[in-house]
């Protein structure tokens, strides 16, 4: 999972080489948590998301 993690983020950079960007998951999902730390995300914190709470990750970019 955290391969296909990076390689979304790595062709997401591709076209939006400026960007940051996120990831929302369930708190209770620890394994998915997990999945993103391992990718370079940082928890942000929690965050609402279509009505439910969630956990927020964030990556920065660094610029060119």
């Known amino acids: 999972a955290t391969e296909i993690v990076l390689g979304c983020l ?3 950079e591709t076209v939006h080489p400026s960007e940051s960007f996120v990831a929302v998951v369930d708190a209770k999902n620890v394994a998915s948590r997990r999945v ?3 990718a370079g995300l940082a928890h942000v ?3 609402e998301y279509r009505g439910e709470q969630r956990e927020k990750y964030a990556l920065k970019r660094k610029a060119p």
């Open 36 to 38: 993103l730390e391992k």
């Open 10 to 12: 790595d062709y997401a």
């Open 45 to 47: 914190g929690p965050a």
